[in-house]
């Protein structure tokens, strides 16, 4: 078929994602926990194009979206979509103005932070609703859980805010289950002895392992993030989750490699016979981790697993496809999906799911679709 000068070209690597697979993975989310949703759309949605997912999910009614900083929540909020912002981590004090005036919702460490918030509030004569975050072992933010209830009178002296929810975060539900529970205890005493849900509208603790593995008594609101993407942190939950995003690249050549012949950089695979390599437009420069190199990954092509021969490189990499003859150039390939699930990428690669979805480039274009 003949081009046109500067016409589009098909791409060499997109990334398929269900929304309607979104969708129900929020729903198990709901059934699980029975408590409402944050539902966190961090780093780009972990990749999964915030904008979109943001739309697709308010349909659905979530509380809150849960975003790492005010760039996220003004690209939310940008886009049209009405639901509760809320800022999982520290603010910095130039962009409070904003999370003022836009009315989103920040969690507070600090009694610095909660008097900022207060004197910018009664100066915009409004009431800011803000969430206390409490350090229960994640050592990252929040006010130390022992200090906390001393702290409470100058907090609730503030006018400018209404301290309407209490959040803590897991950093170890998916590994530590002894440790895990001891934190739900002291997270459950701590909001008990505070007024539990009589002093707080929204009480939270659990992340996807969380909401997945434990009880979420006393809490009300959960805060899913990486099983809304089809991957459980738990892997006895994996069957009740639906793949979100398929990572797709193309067959682009194919040769036929003597024995002896070195494949990619370094020439750390050799050939040991006769070899017919197929060559893929993915690499690290998609996303594609080079960290798989010479670590047994594979890919998906036409009902079957090939696997990776040598290194990755930045915008290719190739594949042994000499028992397969009816490969041919355009064949489609799955790096991830349903065949290939993320989390045995990850794993091969040495690190977590979250890292491979969030680090898939600006050059890999997303497809979205409903069914």
């Given at each position: 078929?003949?081009?046109?000068?500067?016409a589009p070209?098909?791409?060499?690597?997109?990334a398929e994602i269900?929304?309607?697979?979104?969708r129900?993975?929020?729903?198990?989310?709901?059934e699980?926990s029975?408590?409402?949703?944050m539902?966190?759309?961090?780093?780009g949605?972990?990749?999964h194009?915030?904008?979109?997912?943001?739309r697709?999910?308010?349909?659905a009614?979530?509380?809150?979206?849960?975003?790492a900083?005010?760039?996220?929540?003004?690209r939310?909020?940008?886009?049209?979509?009405?639901t509760?912002?809320?800022?999982?981590g520290?603010?910095?004090?130039d962009?409070?103005?904003?999370?003022?005036?836009r009315g989103?919702?920040p969690?507070?460490?600090?009694?610095?932070?909660?008097?900022?918030?207060?004197?910018?509030?009664?100066?915009?004569?409004?009431?800011?609703?803000?969430h206390?975050?409490?350090?229960?072992?994640m050592g990252?933010?929040?006010?130390?859980?022992?200090?906390?209830?001393?702290?409470m009178?100058?907090?609730?002296?503030?006018?400018?805010?209404?301290?309407?929810?209490?959040?803590?975060?897991?950093?170890?539900?998916?590994?530590?289950?002894?440790?895990?529970r001891e934190?739900?205890?002291?997270?459950?005493?701590?909001?008990?002895a505070?007024?539990?849900?009589?002093?707080?509208?929204?009480?939270?603790?659990?992340?996807?392992?969380?909401?997945?593995?434990?009880?979420?008594?006393?809490?009300?609101l959960?805060?899913?993030?990486?099983?809304?993407?089809?991957?459980?942190?738990?892997?006895?939950?994996?069957?009740k989750?639906?793949?979100?995003?398929?990572?797709?690249?193309?067959?682009?050549?194919?040769?036929?490699?003597?024995a002896?012949?070195?494949?990619?950089?370094?020439?750390?695979?050799?050939?040991?016979?006769?070899?017919?390599v197929a060559?893929?437009?993915?690499?690290?420069?998609?996303?594609?981790?080079r960290?798989?190199?010479g670590?047994?990954a594979?890919?998906?092509?036409?009902?079957?697993?090939?696997?990776l021969?040598?290194r990755?490189?930045?915008?290719?990499?190739?594949?042994d496809v000499?028992d397969?003859?009816?490969i041919?150039?355009?064949?489609?390939?799955?790096?991830?999906?349903?065949?290939?699930r993320?989390?045995?990428?990850?794993a091969?690669?040495?690190?977590i799911a979250w890292e491979?979805?969030?680090?898939?480039t600006?050059?890999v274009?997303?497809?979205?679709?409903?069914e």
């Amino acid at each position: 078929m003949d081009h046109p000068i500067g016409a589009p070209s098909p791409p060499r690597a997109w990334a398929e994602i269900d929304l309607s697979a979104l969708r129900h993975n929020l729903e198990v989310a709901r059934e699980i926990s029975s408590c409402a949703v944050m539902a966190v759309v961090k780093a780009g949605a972990y990749g999964h194009e915030l904008e979109t997912v943001a739309r697709t999910l308010a349909q659905a009614d979530v509380a809150f979206f849960g975003v790492a900083n005010v760039g996220e929540a003004r690209r939310i909020a940008d886009a049209g979509v009405t639901t509760r912002i809320y800022l999982l981590g520290a603010t910095w004090a130039d962009e409070r103005a904003e999370i003022v005036a836009r009315g989103w919702t920040p969690c507070l460490s600090s009694l610095d932070e909660a008097r900022d918030f207060d004197q910018l509030a009664q100066a915009a004569n409004v009431r800011l609703k803000v969430h206390l975050a409490v350090d229960t072992g994640m050592g990252r933010g929040g006010f130390v859980a022992d200090d906390l209830p001393h702290q409470m009178p100058q907090l609730e002296a503030l006018d400018g805010i209404e301290i309407e929810g209490l959040g803590s975060h897991l950093p170890s539900a998916d590994e530590d289950e002894t440790f895990t529970r001891e934190q739900f205890t002291r997270f459950t005493n701590l909001a008990q002895a505070l007024g539990g849900r009589d002093r707080f509208k929204w009480i939270h603790l659990s992340n996807s392992a969380g909401l997945l593995g434990y009880p979420s008594s006393p809490c009300n609101l959960v805060r899913p993030g990486l099983m809304l993407y089809g991957i459980s942190p738990l892997p006895k939950f994996q069957d009740k989750l639906k793949n979100v995003m398929s990572l797709k690249s193309r067959v682009t050549l194919i040769r036929e490699l003597p024995a002896g012949h070195g494949v990619s950089y370094g020439r750390t695979f050799i050939t040991q016979r006769p070899t017919r390599v197929a060559t893929i437009g993915i690499g690290y420069g998609d996303g594609y981790p080079r960290h798989l190199s010479g670590q047994g990954a594979e890919v998906w092509i036409k009902g079957h697993r090939h696997p990776l021969l040598g290194r990755v490189t930045m915008d290719q990499i190739m594949i042994d496809v000499t028992d397969h003859a009816d490969i041919e150039v355009g064949d489609e390939v799955e790096v991830f999906g349903p065949h290939l699930r993320v989390d045995e990428v990850a794993a091969k690669a040495g690190t977590i799911a979250w890292e491979i979805l969030t680090g898939i480039t600006p050059r890999v274009v997303r497809v979205h679709h409903t069914e």
